[in-house]
């Protein structure tokens, strides 16, 4: 049965994010962003590069403060990263001086400083193994491929026992055979452990191929979502049996026409006197900003 509680067991609520931009105004990047997640369910995150997922991911992480709007996790409104929401990004960032084992361990002295020692080796065990690094325990970073450094980096995110995984663009680094595997784990261990999990991910198959629902984002200034997709396929997931059904295609095509779409209405990207693109304006907004600009200097 759906209660309440777990069919929104994430809920996004007018979420705004504004950046100062070197003219001390704020820049709004994300606007309204809504969204509810069911407990257990996979989101793919979608959009153009520089429309806000990483900032909306890392929000929902507690990384980044929130400028409006809320963000509920299992009926607690966050406040700052908790161990309810472990994270995963493009690279795992390991200490070169430890081994697989001591890089989990870290994480988990961190956050559970009251479990006894036995119990703590036993879920830094069960986590290597569950990425498939049960023989390789005692590696140093410099004695894995890339792969294995990221499985590392899942194991590190699952051994803190989280109730949400979130993953920004986690095999961006890494070749599609590669990629395929951590897809596979990744989906194994939500199925296991029964994870709520967000990706972000530019790779529209990736997107298909993982998730529930993907939510398309439009185009920032002030992106929110533009549109969800239902994958209507059940799990557990064939890869060979999903990318040979013709819906895959069709959902494909349909995340592709959106990007497309919103490939034309970009607006003008702003270009600041240290030559760093901040995103993309209306045509309008960038003309007010020139003429503060030019009051100023
Ligand atoms: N710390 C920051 N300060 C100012 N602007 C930022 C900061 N982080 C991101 N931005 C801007 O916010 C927008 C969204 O960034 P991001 O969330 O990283 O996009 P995405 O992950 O979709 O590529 C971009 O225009 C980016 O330049
Ligand atoms: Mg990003």
Excluded at 144 to 157: D, E, W
Excluded at 213 to 219: E, F, H, P, T
Excluded at 266 to 278: D, W
Aim: glycine letters at 8%.
């Amino acid at each position: 049965m759906i209660t309440k509680e777990n069919s929104q067991f994430v809920e996004i609520s007018n979420l705004i994010k504004e950046y100062p931009n070197p003219y001390g105004e704020d820049f709004r990047v994300v606007e309204n962003f809504d969204l509810k997640i069911k407990e257990g369910e996979f989101i793919s995150l979608i959009g153009h590069s520089g429309c806000g997922k990483s900032t909306v991911l890392t929000m929902l992480a507690g990384l980044n403060e929130i400028s409006g709007g809320g963000i509920i996790v299992g009926n607690k409104e966050i406040d700052g990263p908790g161990p309810d929401r472990a994270v995963v990004f493009q690279a795992p960032c390991l200490m070169p001086w430890m081994t697989a084992f001591d890089n989990v361990m870290l994480g988990v002295k961190n956050v559970y400083p009251h479990v006894s020692k036995q119990e703590r080796i036993q879920i830094v065990e069960y986590s290597l193994s569950a990425v498939g690094l049960g023989d390789e325990m005692k590696k140093y970073p410099r004695e894995m491929s890339g792969g294995m450094q990221q499985r590392v980096g899942i194991a590190r995110a699952i051994a803190l026992q989280p109730r949400v995984l979130l993953l920004d663009e986690p095999f961006g680094r890494l070749d599609s055979l590669t990629r395929m595997e951590l897809q596979d784990v990744i989906i194994d261990i939500l199925a296991k452990e029964k994870l709520t999990a967000m990706i972000v991910t530019h790779d529209v198959d990736e997107a298909v191929f993982m998730a529930d629902r993907c939510v398309m984002m439009s185009n920032g200034p002030k992106a929110g979502v533009g549109e969800i997709l239902e994958i209507g396929f059940p799990r557990p997931r064939e890869r060979k049996e999903v990318f040979d059904d013709p819906n895959f295609f069709a959902y494909r095509e349909h995340l592709l026409a959106f990007l497309e779409q919103r490939s034309h209405i970009k607006g003008e990207p702003r270009v600041f006197a240290n030559g760093e693109i901040l995103g993309f304006m209306d045509k309008e907004r960038v003309e007010v900003i020139r003429r503060n600009h030019e009051k100023v200097s």
